[in-house]
DNA sequence: GCGCGGAATTGGATCGTTCCAAAATCTGCC
DNA sequence: GGCAGATTTTGGAACGATCCAATTCCGCGC
């Protein structure tokens, strides 16, 4: 009938008492008698009583919401781990505004601009690419509790911020997967894919270098190969692996989807990868596990990033004072037939 | 320094105006005097002002939210479509609140009752399986503006609801892919996969036996196989398919997940897809594309569903007293190898 | 100098809730 | 019956913005 909403007063109203009392009833106060408690109580259902959380946030001055924004959603990777995120706050009593980007730095600021005025408790960023720091910091003000996943935007001086800071094990995921390709008795390995400026794919090529120098070989510059982290990117560029006479026998990938592309690039030359060339990749998406050959890959568990994110947010929310934390997650290598190519 | 938030009251004192001029040039009414609006401009920039949507929407009696629940973000079609929501939803200056529910109808009643605590403009729910609609109506209330997206409750009178309606078109989907293996000759096809009790698995069947019956061909009871809508289960259920001597030579699969195990479980009996036999998916997801042979199946676009959906919900919050609305959104066969076989 | 009309500005009430200090009610006990 | 002390309840002022009716300001013509 009425489309005006259901308020304290109505309900006060109804069974005769107060709207101080009614919301005493609906936080559970152990002060109102029981016998009052009961009356309003059943006032509420009557009613159809929906709580206005927006009005009690504004008195209270707190918030009860914190702001997701994700440079791609229909990437399953930052899919998981908003599912992640989502979960966690949920169970917190916490709801998630959420925002995407597309990777559009312009973007970004506006959706950002917006959410600040729904006044979030915290956010949680994955920034999109190309970034900058000091933007962010205009919008994002100086005191939100924020904590940046994945990605470093340029112009960070993390030493004078205090925003929180969680990673994949970069370095070490590499390193993991050049030492298992080193131990197949691989010598000639190249990194494959993925742009050199960005931070995650910077990290993943110091570790294979120090694995590779830690067994005593110098990577060749012609086993640094750049391409867009794209399949397609990456199977175009297969040939440039080839170009000189110590042509490698192994790659490791910046990510599945840049691997998946040059198992498609070997196939076209003849090259069958599993057999006659070791593979690895990075993430283990949802194909990686029945591509053929099935692709060795570098497990980071998305989902459970985001409860972590999720988790630190919070925490940050209640003691907003300690200092920025720098969080490294773990990644776990999955062997599987494309890295089963040993060396003749 | 300060961790209190600046008002519109600060830039009223700051700049020796009263509140009401500062809201009207925050709200970019023409009615301020250029020069007023210039100093009042500065101040907000000087003081770093951030407008607070939340006590603005409590004395405008609006929202600028609309709450987004899915029944599981880590699938690449909701995901699409939750990024498809957004992106229409942030243009149009509302913020997306989400939820998700992992599928269980108890979270999901939590998860609603949560959400309209923020006093959404309105509600996209794609439905966890087993949903009654009368739980459902209880937490959303009479009045909110809901669209249901692409399943039904259960025990929803839709006639005498105001509840708006989007799905698929199952049932054209379904017949578009049997009238394509029917065209390549095949008389004996197969319906494979997904639980005949559900809202999709329903309309598929039934536009898999229209476009049989319209070819005079009566479907056999051994042609129609539930499954869980797993890759795993599909692929263990394959067997059942050939145990009567009509055995099928062609299957319309449920969805691309189903199909891809089946041909797994086909290969496992030596019977190649694409060439012995022919297969059609449901839904496109990214791996129908490289899966080996490639799958034929019918492309939804998510991404635009999600728009579809946002602009869909907007409208109705503008203008909440027309009659409900039940879209249906087309689907696109795409042809791949996994189709090719001939009957011979 | 005065009155007039339009433009610009403003004080105070309001949205739905919570906080706070004060008032009302209830107990038990002399 | 009266009174201290505890238990319950309550009115009114917040929170940060907007609405509205009323007021001030200003230029201009007579």
Redesign the pocket.
Known sequence: MSG??V???DIALGC??????V??V??GSP???A??RAKVEAELKKQG????RA??N????RSSSVALVVNDLSNPFFADFAAGVDETLGAAGYVTLLGSTGESPERQQRVLASLMEHDPAGIILSPAEGSDGVALGQVLGAHLPVLVFNREPSHVRWSASHWDYLALDNRRGAALATHHLLERGHRRIAFFGGHAESSSCRDRRRGYAEAMRAAGIEPEPGWLVETTPTRLDAAARTASLFTSKHAPTAAVCYNDAVALGLMLGLGARGITAGRDFAVTGFDDIPEAAVSTPALTTLATDPRARGRQAAERILERARRPDTGAVRGVAPVRLIIRASSEATLT
């Open positions: 005006r909403r308020t304290v007063t005769g008492v107060s709207r101080a009392t919301s005493l609906l936080r002060l109102p008698a016998a009052t009583y929906v709580y206005n009005a009690a504004l008195r209270q001055r």
